[in-house]
């Protein structure tokens, strides 16, 4: 198919197109593979699946709806829907509040700004395997957590102290510096440090001297984290405890991801805005709220919906922490789309499990269309 | 006045670092506290101190002479025929227990096996069988405070049998009231209130006294089918088969990516919008049929290599992640981004697609290639549902991640043994957090260049 080197000579149209479309095919084959089989073919099998009742080894019988309606009466799986929803959008709207904190503090031009970012980033590096093992340890009743919930017990009234005395000593200085006609805000940084350093060293003047003393007789903190079936804070708006513990473990691990998406978005607000608001006087938090927040609106969108889509996942902490934890504190989707297709022992119920996975997969896709919706508008 | 601002402008920045410090702290304390104690003897000890005996350099060199001492190399200890290893334990002995006289201590060689779980099944011969305690005797007495006395004993451990062994535990018990002071090696435990200071080993070697909860994991997980190091293996298997998948992906996703960014054909839209989609859909959604594809062999075909079934072999792993959408993404957002003259220029002088991409568009992809490299490889380390659906049997099959995750109930099924489990993860999670330092900017790339989807 070698044809002259002649510039400017016209090949005949069509069969440029098709050797065009020939090649890119050629491109795409190993692709094509991997998404055709392994995920157009088996989203359409699982389908298929939640309709009909398989246990993996005989041939699957269609069953129609039922399956859907079995799913709705069975109290594990409603336990597994409603964990997974609370645990999406809690954990969604702490790392997404938590990624845009730590954005806006490493946005600055500071002389070691790598070694930060490398420091924050690690945790999303490490497997989750790793990560959920060190903390089924740091949340073990004689566990770390506990231990420094417990020193912060005893010591709660140098601690206060300390928090008093910033919020004094920082009016304090707010006021001064503004009867010396300097304008500065409520929070202004450079004078919280001053404040914060001032009342810490008088609080331990204090204690050195004997007047704030650490409480004597402190019972240490033995909060079970993860062996409990406990909700808290209790009420309508509760979630079992060892939920709680990977929500925790889970926004430490992904808000730093989401700070990077944060920070590209950060470094293309255009500067003039920020200058132009200057000069009209607007206060910092101003500054924030009318022109940072409107201008990172697609970049906290994308974060959302990644944010959902990635929690909405959630199982290998559920597979690790195992028997730590009651599994109706912990489970969720798709560790129930996983214990029905293994179920070790018993018989395999696929027509639930494909049906509990459709669930899934239509939460997905449900964020995915609302987030299309609004980006468009 | 402009001192005041140049004042304020110094303190902001302070201001900025601790708090940046102090998210330092937040991110990296728990991973570090983690390294830190998976060097303790007890991980779990409350309060949980910071400085544990394995980080003492006056331990370190104790540990190397008693290994040699031992017989064995200073680095990594044993107990070896003919050895004889001397040994000191100092005691403060309170007056008005001296004015009694100065007792000896009872020295023993026990019969003790390493922990609990795996650490339990020892076989082979006991230090205990072949070791003979001279002593102890007391070497000397110093006045301590207000009329106390310092004993210091001394004994020795000989080796009268025929085979070296790597370690040797003594249990060294004193009567009630005497305090425990030094002695050559810092002991591994104390118990009954003090009565009883244990070592593990007393011939160690530095490096199975400073890492001895990672020489019990690498020394005590043996396959039962084969025999093999089972944690070894599992780096193995977990190094192959990410590197297969880095180089499919890096082959594949560079071509995909290709023909998405520049090449048009026929479905191109379709093909985008299910590309997306699998991106979004939860893996859990999908297994159930990949299993089912691996069980039968793809379709059957894998029985024409002689492989009835792709479950629990690598090459079903490997075959069912040939290349992510992901990373087709990335290289497709990178060549978009690149400058279309040149590929023009190469078509009008008459070169066929395949030789442009090879000759002129991947040479200039290295940023992409890299990131694509770097995140395929991570993810695929630190992957974990698939490969546990796809290998369930024999251990030797397992995957890393697999692997440590049965650990939790190895180790844990009696009173947890946390030593090894934090050992084991420290091991697991260090290639990828060495790699992301090494190239940060990569990962870096990689993460904005996927976050941006349009």
Same mark, same amino acid.
């Given at each position: 198919?070698?044809?002259?080197?002649?510039?400017?000579?016209?090949?005949?149209?069509?069969?440029?197109?098709?050797?065009?479309?020939?090649?890119?095919?050629?491109?795409?084959?190993?692709?094509?593979?991997?998404? &055709?089989?392994?995920?157009?073919?088996?989203?359409?099998?699982?389908?298929?699946?939640?309709?009909?009742?398989?246990?993996?080894?005989?041939? *699957?019988?269609? &069953?129609?709806?039922?399956?859907?309606?079995?799913?709705? /009466?069975?109290?594990?799986?409603?336990?597994?829907?409603?964990?997974?929803?609370?645990?999406?959008?809690?954990?969604?709207?702490?790392?997404?509040?938590?990624?845009?904190?730590?954005?806006?503090?490493?946005?600055?031009?500071?002389?070691?700004?790598?070694?930060?970012? @490398?420091?924050?980033?690690?945790?999303?590096?490490?497997?989750?395997?790793?990560?959920?093992?060190?903390?089924?340890?740091?949340?073990?009743?004689?566990?770390?957590?506990?231990?420094?919930? /417990?020193?912060?017990?005893?010591? +709660?009234?140098?601690?206060?102290?300390?928090?008093?005395?910033?919020?004094?000593?920082?009016?304090?200085?707010?006021?001064?510096?503004?009867?010396?006609?300097?304008?500065?805000? *409520?929070?202004?940084?450079?004078?919280?440090?001053?404040?914060?350093?001032?009342?810490?060293?008088?609080?331990?003047?204090?204690?050195?001297?004997?007047?704030? /003393?650490?409480?004597?007789?402190?019972?240490?903190?033995?909060?079970?984290?993860?062996?409990?079936?406990?909700?808290?804070?209790?009420?309508? &708006?509760?979630?079992?405890?060892?939920?709680?513990?990977?929500?925790?473990?889970?926004?430490? /691990?992904?808000?730093?991801?989401?700070?990077?998406?944060?920070?590209?978005?950060?470094?293309?607000?255009?500067?003039?805005?920020?200058?132009?608001?200057?000069?009209?006087?607007?206060?910092?938090?101003?500054?924030? +709220?009318?022109?940072?927040?409107?201008?990172?609106?697609?970049?906290?969108?994308?974060?959302?919906?990644?944010?959902?889509?990635?929690?909405?996942?959630?199982?290998?902490?559920?597979?690790?922490?195992?028997?730590?934890?009651?599994?109706?504190?912990?489970?969720?989707?798709?560790?129930?789309?996983?214990?029905? &297709?293994?179920?070790?022992?018993?018989? *395999?119920?696929?027509?639930?499990?494909?049906?509990? @996975?459709?669930?899934?997969?239509?939460?997905?896709?449900?964020?995915?269309?609302?987030?299309?919706?609004?980006?468009?508008? | 006045?402009?001192?005041?601002?140049?004042?304020?402008?110094?303190?902001?920045?302070?201001?900025?670092?601790?708090?940046?410090?102090?998210?330092?702290?937040?991110?990296?304390?728990?991973?570090?506290?983690?390294?830190?104690?998976?060097? !303790?003897?007890?991980?779990?000890?409350?309060?949980?101190?910071?400085?544990?005996?394995?980080?003492?350099?006056?331990?370190?060199?104790?540990?190397?002479?008693?290994?040699?001492?031992?017989?064995?190399?200073?680095?990594?200890?044993?107990?070896?025929?003919?050895?004889?290893?001397?040994?000191?334990?100092?005691?403060?002995?309170?007056?008005?227990?001296?004015?009694?006289?100065?007792?000896?201590?009872?020295?023993?060689?026990? =019969?003790?096996?390493?922990?609990?779980?795996?650490?339990?099944?020892?076989?082979?011969?006991?230090?205990?069988?072949?070791?003979? #305690?001279?002593?102890?005797?007391?070497?000397?007495?110093? %006045?301590?405070?207000?009329?106390?006395?310092?004993?210091?004993?001394?004994?020795?451990?000989?080796?009268?049998?025929?085979?070296?062994?790597?370690?040797?535990?003594?249990?060294?018990?004193?009567?009630?009231?005497?305090?425990?002071?030094?002695?050559?090696?810092?002991? $591994? =435990?104390?118990?009954?209130?003090?009565?009883?200071?244990?070592? $593990?080993?007393?011939?160690?070697?530095?490096?199975?006294?400073?890492?001895?909860?990672?020489?019990?994991?690498?020394?005590?997980?043996?396959?039962?089918?084969?025999?093999?190091?089972?944690?070894?293996?599992?780096?193995?298997?977990?190094?192959?088969?990410?590197?297969? !998948? #880095?180089?499919?992906?890096?082959?594949?996703?560079?071509?995909?990516?290709?023909?998405?960014?520049?090449?048009?054909? %026929?479905?191109?839209?379709?093909?985008?919008?299910?590309?997306?989609?699998?991106?979004?859909? %939860?893996?859990? #959604?999908?297994?159930?049929?990949?299993?089912?594809?691996?069980?039968?062999?793809?379709?059957?075909?894998?029985?024409?290599?002689?492989?009835?079934?792709?479950?629990?072999?690598?090459?079903?792993?490997?075959?069912?992640?040939?290349?992510?959408?992901?990373?087709?993404?990335?290289? !497709?957002?990178?060549?978009?981004?690149?400058?279309?003259?040149?590929?023009?220029?190469?078509?009008?002088?008459?070169?066929?697609?395949?030789?442009?991409?090879?000759?002129?568009?991947?040479?200039?992809?290295? %940023?992409?290639?890299?990131?694509?490299?770097?995140?395929?490889?991570?993810?695929?380390?630190?992957?974990?549902?698939?490969?546990?659906?796809?290998?369930?049997?024999?251990?030797?099959?397992?995957?890393?991640?697999?692997?440590?995750?049965?650990?939790?109930?190895?180790?844990?099924?009696?009173?947890?043994?946390?030593?090894?489990?934090?050992?084991?993860? #420290?091991?697991?999670?260090?290639?990828?957090?060495?790699?992301?330092?090494?190239?940060?900017?990569?990962?870096?790339?990689?993460?904005?260049?996927?976050?941006? !989807?349009?």
């Amino acid at each position: 198919m070698k044809e002259g080197r002649t510039p400017g000579l016209r090949r005949p149209m069509l069969s440029e197109r098709v050797q065009e479309a020939v090649a890119a095919y050629l491109f795409l084959a190993p692709f094509l593979f991997s998404l &055709v089989v392994f995920f157009a073919y088996a989203f359409a099998r699982t389908l298929y699946f939640s309709f009909t009742q398989y246990d993996l080894f005989s041939a *699957p019988t269609w &069953v129609g709806l039922r399956n859907y309606v079995a799913l709705l /009466t069975e109290p594990r799986f409603l336990t597994a829907l409603q964990n997974s929803i609370t645990f999406a959008v809690v954990v969604t709207a702490a790392q997404t509040v938590f990624a845009l904190m730590l954005a806006l503090a490493l946005n600055q031009k500071l002389r070691g700004i790598t070694f930060f970012r @490398a420091a924050y980033y690690m945790p999303s590096v490490a497997s989750s395997v790793v990560i959920t093992l060190i903390f089924i340890w740091l949340y073990q009743r004689a566990g770390a957590i506990n231990y420094l919930l /417990t020193v912060a017990l005893v010591y +709660r009234r140098v601690l206060v102290a300390w928090v008093v005395g910033t919020v004094v000593l920082q009016s304090a200085l707010v006021l001064y510096e503004r009867g010396r006609g300097r304008p500065a805000s *409520p929070l202004e940084p450079s004078l919280l440090v001053t404040a914060m350093l001032l009342a810490g060293a008088a609080s331990a003047a204090l204690w050195v001297a004997g007047v704030v /003393t650490p409480v004597e007789g402190v019972q240490p903190v033995a909060i079970p984290w993860l062996n409990t079936r406990r909700r808290w804070p209790g009420g309508p &708006v509760s979630a079992p405890i060892p939920l709680e513990a990977i929500m925790l473990l889970n926004t430490w /691990t992904t808000a730093p991801t989401f700070m990077l998406l944060y920070l590209a978005g950060l470094q293309e607000i255009p500067r003039e805005l920020y200058e132009a608001a200057s000069v009209d006087g607007a206060s910092a938090w101003q500054q924030f +709220r009318h022109i940072t927040l409107p201008q990172l609106r697609h970049v906290t969108f994308l974060v959302v919906t990644l944010g959902l889509i990635g929690t909405l996942q959630m199982f290998d902490q559920v597979a690790v922490i195992g028997d730590q934890a009651p599994l109706e504190s912990v489970i969720t989707l798709a560790y129930y789309v996983y214990s029905n &297709v293994f179920p070790g022992g018993a018989v *395999p119920r696929v027509g639930q499990a494909a049906a509990a @996975a459709m669930t899934l997969a239509l939460l997905t896709l449900v964020v995915v269309l609302i987030q299309r919706k609004v980006v468009e508008r | 006045m402009s001192d005041a601002i140049a004042r304020r402008r110094w303190a902001r920045a302070g201001a900025i670092y601790l708090l940046l410090l102090f998210f330092s702290i937040l991110f990296m304390g728990p991973l570090l506290f983690a390294v830190l104690s998976s060097l !303790k003897d007890n991980p779990a000890e409350w309060p949980p101190r910071l400085d544990p005996p394995q980080l003492r350099w006056r331990n370190w060199v104790a540990a190397y002479r008693l290994g040699q001492a031992g017989g064995g190399s200073g680095w990594f200890g044993a107990f070896a025929p003919g050895a004889v290893v001397p040994f000191e334990v100092t005691y403060e002995v309170p007056a008005e227990l001296a004015v009694q006289g100065i007792e000896l201590p009872r020295v023993a060689v026990p =019969r003790r096996v390493p922990g609990a779980g795996p650490g339990a099944v020892r076989t082979g011969p006991f230090a205990a069988d072949m070791a003979e #305690v001279v002593g102890p005797s007391i070497a000397s007495r110093q %006045p301590g405070p207000d009329g106390s006395v310092l004993v210091t004993y001394r004994f020795e451990v000989r080796h009268t049998g025929q085979i070296t062994v790597d370690r040797l535990p003594v249990d060294v018990e004193v009567p009630r009231g005497y305090r425990f002071v030094e002695a050559t090696l810092s002991p $591994n =435990r104390t118990e009954r209130l003090g009565r009883v200071q244990s070592w $593990n080993t007393i011939t160690p070697g530095v490096i199975p006294y400073v890492f001895y909860n990672y020489t019990r994991v690498f020394g005590e997980n043996y396959s039962r089918t084969t025999g093999r190091n089972l944690f070894l293996t599992w780096i193995g298997n977990s190094l192959w088969v990410a590197t297969a !998948k #880095v180089l499919t992906t890096l082959a594949f996703a560079s071509m995909a990516g290709y023909a998405l960014a520049r090449l048009r054909f %026929p479905g191109r839209n379709v093909l985008f919008v299910v590309m997306l989609f699998s991106m979004m859909v %939860p893996s859990q #959604v999908t297994f159930i049929s990949n299993y089912l594809v691996l069980r039968d062999g793809i379709f059957g075909l894998s029985r024409l290599w002689g492989m009835p079934t792709l479950l629990n072999s690598f090459t079903g792993l490997i075959l069912s992640g040939l290349v992510g959408a992901s990373a087709v993404f990335i290289m !497709k957002q990178f060549f978009e981004s690149l400058p279309k003259e040149l590929e023009e220029s190469a078509r009008i002088d008459g070169a066929s697609p395949g030789t442009t991409f090879r000759r002129i568009v991947l040479p200039l992809a290295r %940023p992409a290639l890299g990131a694509v490299t770097i995140l395929t490889f991570q993810g695929a380390w630190n992957e974990f549902f698939w490969p546990l659906v796809v290998l369930t049997s024999p251990q030797d099959k397992f995957v890393l991640m697999v692997g440590l995750s049965t650990f939790r109930r190895a180790y844990g099924a009696v009173g947890f043994d946390w030593g090894p489990l934090l050992a084991g993860a #420290v091991v697991a999670a260090l290639p990828v957090l060495i790699l992301f330092v090494v190239f940060q900017r990569y990962f870096v790339e990689g993460i904005s260049f996927s976050g941006l !989807k349009g």
